[in-house]
């Protein structure tokens, strides 16, 4: 997800915005939707632009199945080649911060998973402890003020209700201005799992 820098400007029009979701690439099960907010105004310069790619699952083995027939003969041509999100990976050498969650009914969606924005809150909760608790080298209070400017996100297994969660940070210095998490799920021997 990219956020334009005037979408956190109090001036900036805000009302009414456009959505627009757009399908632009498939396979043979998954597929990246596009959504897009603009402003009448500004139509040239989205505020924000938030790519997903997404799984069509089996709600019987809750495996990867593919699309229908009918699906495939009206959206073919939008299949294109693979196109992955990338992510860095964490250097072994690289200290992190922790906290832990219990996944309660407020962070649950209408299938019982945790929701995007519950993931998004708690490492923004853990980013705002480090910046308060001085930990970090150059996240400041400041930082929260200027605004999320780009999310990166990907899944690999989902978490629901009663799951106890742990939320890793990191910073890598080739990378600055970017703040890394990881979350991991807990298995009952207390294990980390992704």
Known sequence: MNIDKSFHAQDSLKFPL?????????????????????????????YIVCE??????????????????????????????ENKLSFPEKP??????KSAIIIEYEHIDHNAHTSMSAYLKFCSNLAFRIAMESKSRGLTLEHFGAGIQCIKMQYYNESG??????????????????????????????QETN
């Open 18 to 46: 456009k959505i627009l979701v757009g399908f632009t690439n498939a396979g043979k099960s998954s597929g990246r939707r596009v959504c897009t907010v603009t402003h009448s105004s500004n139509e040239n310069r989205p």
């Open 52 to 81: 997903m790619d997404e799984v069509l699952v089996s709600k019987e083995t809750r495996r990867p199945i593919s699309y229908p027939a009918w699906w495939i003969s009206k959206f073919s041509h939008l299949i294109k080649e």
């Open 92 to 97: 072994n050498d690289l200290p992190f911060y």
């Open 161 to 190: 209700y009663g799951d106890k969660l742990v939320v890793k940070s990191w910073f890598n210095e080739d990378l600055p201005g970017q703040l890394n998490f990881e979350l991991y799920k807990l298995i009952e021997n207390d």
